[in-house]
Every structure is written in structure tokens, then in C-alpha cells.
């Protein structure tokens, strides 16, 4: 997990044939280094045309879901475990080399009231599980807070590392996301300072999920910390252009956020790779 990606919501939340095909094609058109393919529907995947694709084009992979309503770990850890093992075994089969995401819950799970301790324990208890089994299988996992709008129970990179060290796994890391960053840190440096040890990997997602460097977010302060805790993890470009009502009602994504994945891949990539660049996570090409 080093290097430029995207996640292929940029273009198809369908990872079928026809939308592994023409999202492979299109990373590989940007000199993507890898993709994150979206795991919501296991079953779909396709894991050895998918490897194919990989293989041919020389990208590597993470998978990333949210698990769905009647397996949040929260209310039901067995339910998740069995959810989380299905997709870690069809991320190795891809090729993948971790599984991350919402992985402790829902995206748009929320109960109304905080979190309870009988909840954070089904979580821990599902997360341990998941991660244990994913190291007997040669994968790392992660989990991403994300806002208090689409989940309830881990919003902060100090949550995050909360809920590592209760669970103890070796091969367990933080997943940051600007976005969420954004409106839950004091701070996006303070957000990578706190999670420095376990941060493996970071979306780098614009204030309103459009084009980077369009919005609100700080990306000085954002590359600046990494650079000062010598990130060297995977750099993710998230941006939401094709949602699924599904998806969009979770993420709360009511109007495009760009007009096409064209001026997000044309403005937003240079302007990150600029800023990567600028402070020496990425060798300038």
C-alpha cells in the first residue's frame, strides 16, 4: 500500500466485468500506482478476472466496504465476522493486499444516542477476528472513521487507536480520510498525529467529496504532517461521482459533486501529486 491510488468510485461502484474492465483501463491511463476496488457486493467480484486485470496492467489493490445493516459488528459480531472473512478471502484471490474500510460498522449507522460499551465490545470482539484471520491469509486490515453522519461509533483517529489497542492485532491499521478529517479532527494534523503509529494508508478526499483542491480542506497542513511523521503508506484520491441510491443515501450525497470524473482526474490528481510532491511523499515524475 505505497504510493498514488484511487478509489474506483470515480468510476463504477459495480465492480462486475464491464465496470473492473473500464475502471483498470482508466487508472491505468492516469499512472495510477493502485486501485481501491469497492467490496459491496462480494459475490459479484469476479477474483480471477479481476487478478487478470491487475496482473496486465501492473496495478496493485486494497478492497474497502461498509458492512451492511443486518451484519454491523456492533449488534451482531458473529454476523460480521463471517461478512468480513467472505471478503478477505475474495481480496486475496484478487491479488489485493488489504482489506480496510468501515469495517468495525455501517455507513449510516447511527442509534441516536453514543456509543455503548456492550457495542464497542462486539465491535473489538468482530475486528479481532477479522484481523487475526486476515494475517493467516497475507493480508493487512484497516478501519477508517468516518463522521458522526455516517456512523456513530468511530469518528476520530484517536478512536481509532483506542479501538486497535483494545483489540491487540498485529497486522490491524488506521485508515484516515480527509473528508471525515475534515469535520471531526481538531485539526487534520492533530487527526495524523494521534494516529502516526497505526496510519497506514489515507484518502485524500476534498471538503464537499469533489475535486481536491476545490474546497475547504487544508492540504498544507495535511501534507505537512505526513511528511513530518515520514508517511509512506498509500495516498488514496477518493471522489463520489457514481453513486448508487444505496450508497448515496448512506453517504448523504444529494447533488453531483462534480460534473464528471474528467475534472476531478484532471484538476484534483495534478493538484495532489503537486502537493505530495512539494513535500517529498512522492518523488516529483
Not at 482489506?99 to 457495542?119: C, K, Q
Not at 487534520?188 to 485524500?204: P, T
Request: charged letters at 25%; a negative charge.
Amino acid at each position: 500500500m505505497k504510493g498514488f491510488g484511487v478509489h474506483t468510485s470515480m468510476w463504477t461502484m459495480k465492480w462486475d466485468r464491464p465496470g473492473a474492465e473500464a475502471a483498470v483501463a482508466a487508472a491505468e491511463h492516469y499512472r495510477m500506482d493502485f486501485i481501491e476496488i469497492p467490496m459491496l457486493d462480494i459475490d459479484a467480484v469476479d477474483a480471477p478476472h479481476t487478478r487478470a486485470l491487475l496482473e496486465k496492467s501492473g496495478l496493485r489493490a486494497v478492497c474497502s466496504l461498509g458492512l451492511p445493516e443486518p451484519v454491523w459488528a456492533s449488534v451482531n459480531p458473529e454476523g460480521a465476522i463471517e461478512h468480513l472473512k467472505r471478503a478477505i478471502d475474495k481480496t486475496r484471490d484478487l491479488g489485493g493486499e488489504a482489506l480496510s474500510g468501515v469495517t468495525f460498522g455501517g455507513i449510516g449507522e447511527r442509534t441516536g444516542a453514543s456509543p455503548t460499551e456492550r457495542e464497542y465490545d462486539n465491535v473489538a470482539r468482530a475486528l479481532e477476528a477479522a484481523s487475526s484471520y486476515a494475517k493467516t491469509q497475507g493480508l493487512l486490515f484497516g478501519i477508517e472513521p468516518v463522521n458522526r453522519y455516517e456512523n456513530h461509533l468511530i469518528n476520530t483517529g484517536w478512536q481509532a487507536v483506542r479501538m486497535i489497542e483494545r483489540v491487540g492485532s498485529e497486522n490491524i491499521f488506521i485508515h484516515l480520510d480527509t473528508y471525515h478529517m475534515n469535520i471531526e479532527e481538531k485539526g487534520a494534523g492533530n487527526g495524523i498525529l494521534d494516529a502516526r503509529e497505526h496510519l497506514k494508508y489515507i484518502h485524500l478526499s476534498e471538503s464537499d467529496r469533489g475535486t481536491p483542491g476545490a474546497g475547504t480542506c487544508d492540504w498544507d497542513e495535511i501534507f505537512a504532517t505526513l511528511s513530518a511523521i515520514g508517511f509512506d503508506g498509500g495516498l488514496a484520491m477518493e471522489s463520489f461521482i457514481n453513486m448508487p441510491p444505496e450508497i448515496a443515501f448512506g453517504l448523504s450525497v444529494w447533488r453531483p459533486v462534480a460534473e464528471n470524473f474528467e475534472q476531478v482526474m484532471d484538476n484534483g490528481l495534478p493538484f495532489l501529486r503537486n502537493k505530495a510532491a512539494q513535500y517529498r511523499l512522492i518523488t516529483p515524475s
